[in-house]
């Protein structure tokens, strides 16, 4: 038979992705036709199938035909295996948390990961490019590329080439920051601060073994952790914190970190945790924001205003006074105004960037060969160009680990283990709701534009 008159009998459908064939057969096809190998691979060819025919198909076809068996997938192409993403191996626990069996005691929180120089940390597996596939129209398709993990050496860390590792340059610390792997030094107070000590401003961990008396300072790069309490005192870190007591802060102090905030209690404080924070006993009269999670599982929050990200877990929440308490999740103003201004700052930058590029172009087209001034000119706007340049690309990761932060409201939830009091008021961004009545053991979230209560 022509391999034009087979159009007439059966026709080739391709999937979307051009990886299989299925051939069909018209009710005009009659039994007395004779059909041969070559005529119907030249009509799979004709119909854009040339790789992965399934051999066993056409035999049937020529051999076995029956109505009934169609439609038939005629060819098969080998699909694309997508590369396998790089990973980082840890050769030590590198975060500060403590491992929280049911025995676990709230106050061993002192975990430090502690190195010595030379020591191996980590260790990078280089992720693989993947093998390109094959469509029935014996096409390539390309495999998608494994991603690299985006770790880099930072303070006291070198990267080895040979062995893809990275080892302290230091005695210290180990902490892992954003997209950097550093070792911090530790400053440690064996006393309550005072005059004798002063403000301190350090760029590794702070450990002081007593308390922090109000008006004082206390500001890390790396962790700080103090083996007392702390009065209307400033308290900052990069890291995390860890306060053995507690914060009285009079309504004057602060205290922000980073990544985690563990703590014994919170007396008229005013607290920022970047990460999540950790309460002990309870929160009383205080302004509160978590990034993501609030844990007082085994206290009260009674007044004042607490506001994470994801979730806040707490024994009981108001009491029957119907203090002015109220729970919030949603963005923060703070992290909100912080947003707009670095959106300022990017845009600022952009232009003096595209300026010191014009002058650039400028001064290349010059003469610099007698004119020293000239080279002088030439070599600070090259300067200026580079700063730029970083300040742009570390406002653009400070946006990047921002919005990587901020939960969605319809994901936040509220657990509460024993009582929920009247007028204490729940938001969930623009929704809120108080309760006109106590609750016991429940969860709140917010479902379908609806703040809703469930028993748990």
């Known amino acids: 038979m022509d391999m034009d008159n087979l159009n007439e009998y059966f026709y080739i459908k391709l999937s979307s992705d051009q990886m299989s064939a299925v ?3 018209t009710d005009s096809y009659k039994n007395e036709l004779e059909i041969n190998e070559t005529n119907l691979k030249q009509f799979l060819q004709k119909n854009k199938v040339n790789y992965g025919i399934k051999q066993d198909i056409i035999k049937q076809v020529l051999t076995n035909f029956s109505f009934e068996n169609f439609p038939l997938t005629i060819a098969h192409g080998t699909l694309p295996v997508n590369g396998i993403d790089g990973k980082i191996t840890y050769e030590l626990k590198y975060t500060n948390e403590i491992d929280r069996t049911s025995e676990w005691d709230f106050r061993d929180v002192m975990h430090i990961p502690s190195v010595k120089k030379g020591q191996k940390l980590a260790i990078l597996t280089m992720p693989t490019e993947g093998k390109e596939g094959i469509n029935v129209g014996k096409v390539k398709v390309p495999a998608i590329k494994g991603k690299p993990v985006s770790k880099k050496a930072g303070k ?3 990267y080895n080439e040979k062995d893809q590792s990275f080892y302290a340059a230091s005695d210290g610390q180990l ?3 954003g997209n950097y792997i550093q070792v911090q030094p530790v400053f440690e107070v064996d006393e309550t601060l005072s005059m004798k000590n002063g403000n301190l401003n350090f760029t590794g961990t702070i450990i002081v073994h007593g308390d922090i008396p109000a008006g004082y300072t206390v500001k890390a790069d790396g962790d700080i952790k103090i083996h007392g309490m702390v009065e209307a005192a400033t308290v900052i870190a990069g890291g995390s914190i860890y306060i053995s007591e507690g914060v009285a802060g009079q309504k004057k102090g602060y205290i922000r970190a980073n ?4 703590i014994g209690y919170i007396n008229q404080g005013n607290v920022f945790a970047g990460n999540d924070l950790y309460v002990e006993n309870s929160i009383l009269h205080s302004e509160c924001t978590a990034v993501n999670h609030v844990f007082c599982q085994q206290g009260n929050i009674i007044g004042g205003s607490l506001s994470a990200g994801k979730s806040v877990e707490a024994k009981d929440i108001g009491n029957r006074m119907s203090t002015k308490t109220e ?3 949603g963005v923060d103003n703070t992290i909100d105004k912080k947003e707009k ?3 300022t700052k990017k845009e600022e930058l952009r232009s003096t960037l595209e300026k010191l590029a014009i002058l650039g172009e400028k001064l290349h087209t010059q003469d610099l060969s007698n004119n020293p001034r000239l080279r002088i000119t030439v070599l600070k706007q090259k300067n200026s160009l ?5 300040q742009l690309e570390k406002i653009d990761f400070m946006l990047e680990e921002m919005n990587s932060a901020i939960g969605s409201e319809t994901e936040a939830r509220l657990v509460v283990r024993n009582n929920i009091y009247q007028s204490v008021v729940v938001t969930f961004g623009k929704y809120k709701r108080i309760m006109n009545t106590n609750h016991h053991y429940v969860q709140i979230k917010l479902s379908h534009n609806e703040i809703v ?4």
């Open 175 to 177: 902490s892992v920051s």
């Open 156 to 158: 006291n860390v070198v």
């Open 23 to 25: 051939l069909y057969c």
């Open 259 to 262: 990544e985690n905030i563990n």
């Open 386 to 390: 580079n700063k730029t340049k970083e």
């Open 341 to 343: 201004s670095l959106l």
């Open 453 to 456: 209560i469930h028993s748990i």
């Open 327 to 329: 729970i919030i999740f």
